[in-house]
C-alpha cells in the first residue's frame, strides 16, 4: 500500500526479477548498499532515483568505495529549498553586452535577469534537470544544485542560475 505500483509489479512479467526492499521491514529483506556496491566494477553503472536520503546513502556508499563519478547517474525528484539569512545581492554581466544586472538577495538570478528582459531557458527551475546550465567566465558560483557533479561544481565554470547564487560581488556569464 506504501509502494507505488505494487500490485501491478506483482502481476507483471517480470517479477522474477524484481525484489522490494523497505526500511522498517524486517531485517532479511532490508538492503544492503554497502555490501551490493562495495566494488567497483570497469563498465558497470549505477543508475538511482528517489527520495533525497535514499539517493545520498546510494551515493555515498558508491563514492565511499571508489565508483568513479562517470559510472554514478542520478535524478533527484525535486531540490530541497536553499535559502540562507546569509544571502545578499550580487550583480551578474552578460559578457556579449557587457550588461550588468543586480540579483536582490530575494530573488534567482533567472528571475532578475527575466525582469531585466533576459531569457533564460528553464524546466524545474530546481536545478535538479539541468536545462538553464549556463558558463561562467569569471566570479565563484554558490552551487545550490543537484545537477552538476560535485567536480563540476568545484570547477566553477558553470552553473544552474535558477537556484544557484554567487560567492563573489559579481559572475560574468557567458549570456
Not at 38 to 47: D, L
Not at 116 to 140: F, H, I, K, N, W
Not at 141 to 153: A, G, I, M, S
Request: include cysteine; proline fraction near 6%; charged fraction near 25%.
Amino acid at each position: 500500500e506504501r509502494t507505488a505500483f505494487f500490485d501491478r509489479i506483482e502481476r507483471s512479467r517480470f517479477v522474477s526479477n524484481v525484489q522490494f526492499h523497505f526500511d522498517d521491514g524486517p531485517a532479511g529483506q532490508k538492503l544492503d548498499i554497502r555490501a551490493l556496491l562495495a566494488v567497483p566494477q570497469v563498465g558497470v553503472h549505477v543508475y538511482v532515483c528517489g527520495p533525497k536520503g535514499f539517493m545520498d546513502a546510494v551515493l555515498g556508499a558508491a563514492r565511499g568505495v571508489g565508483w568513479p563519478e562517470p559510472q554514478l547517474h542520478y535524478e533527484f525528484f525535486s531540490a530541497e529549498p536553499v535559502k540562507s539569512d546569509s544571502d545578499g545581492s550580487f550583480e551578474v554581466k552578460l559578457a556579449s553586452s557587457g550588461r550588468i544586472v543586480v540579483v536582490p538577495k530575494d530573488k534567482t538570478v533567472v528571475q532578475a535577469l527575466a525582469d531585466a528582459g533576459v531569457e533564460v531557458q528553464t524546466s524545474c527551475e530546481q536545478g535538479v534537470c539541468g536545462t538553464c546550465l549556463t558558463r561562467v567566465l569569471e566570479g565563484e558560483p554558490d552551487h545550490r544544485d543537484l545537477f552538476l557533479t560535485p567536480e563540476e561544481q568545484t570547477a566553477n565554470d558553470q552553473f544552474t542560475p535558477c537556484c544557484s547564487r554567487s560567492k563573489s560581488a559579481r559572475l560574468v556569464l557567458d549570456l
